[in-house]
């Protein structure tokens, strides 16, 4: 019996660590990959994108519908908001969660060639012109909620009565 536990005990030993061994590498493997994407640059450009974008929205919601601003403090409240939302959604605390996401996501070799395509001058023309691409993405579907809203603000003032 001792022989047999023995024997289980050395197989799941056999199991678990090069499985650990693997999640590992897969790990730093995407740590690579993040910090080849320059993801923490990026993160930051695309919260100060939408600081930026969030009060446009909101005057084109308001033109809209024909609402007035109902507090002339909306934008220090906005403001207050957004600075308590970003301490808690920051690079520093979500990046744990982004290498997981890819080492779960990706294979060792796919990452390899993900890190492979980004030290390539086409992977570094698409980081650089990333922040310029959301821009303009964003632009866009402001363009679209601006011709929905008006769709949506009747059915949604229906529902509400």
């Known amino acids: ?3 047999i536990i023995t024997l289980m005990a050395v197989e799941l030993a056999l199991i678990v660590f090069p499985v650990k061994a693997q999640d590992q590498s897969r790990r730093a ?3 690579e990959l993040m910090n080849v994407m320059d993801a923490r640059s990026q993160f930051d450009k695309i919260i100060a994108l939408m600081k ?3 009060p446009m929205q909101e005057a084109k919601i308001q033109q809209i519908t024909g609402q007035s601003q109902s507090s002339h403090n909306v934008p220090e409240m906005q403001e207050k908001m957004f600075n308590l939302v970003s301490q808690s959604l920051n690079w520093d605390t979500l990046k ?5 996401i ?3 996501t990706f294979t060792e070799d796919e990452m390899k060639g993900i890190i492979a395509f980004y030290k390539s001058p086409s992977g570094q023309a698409l980081l650089q012109k990333q922040p310029q691409l959301m821009q303009k993405s964003l632009e866009l579907s ?3 909620m601006t011709d929905i809203i008006p769709k949506i603000i009747p059915a949604i003032q229906e529902l509400s009565k």
């Not at 744990?96 to 997981?100: E, K, N």
């Open 1 to 3: 019996m001792r022989r």
């Open 29 to 31: 493997l995407a740590e």
């Open 52 to 54: 930026q974008l969030i």
């Open 96 to 100: 744990d969660d982004f290498i997981s």
């Open 102 to 104: 890819y080492a779960q």
């Open 142 to 144: 402001q363009k679209w």
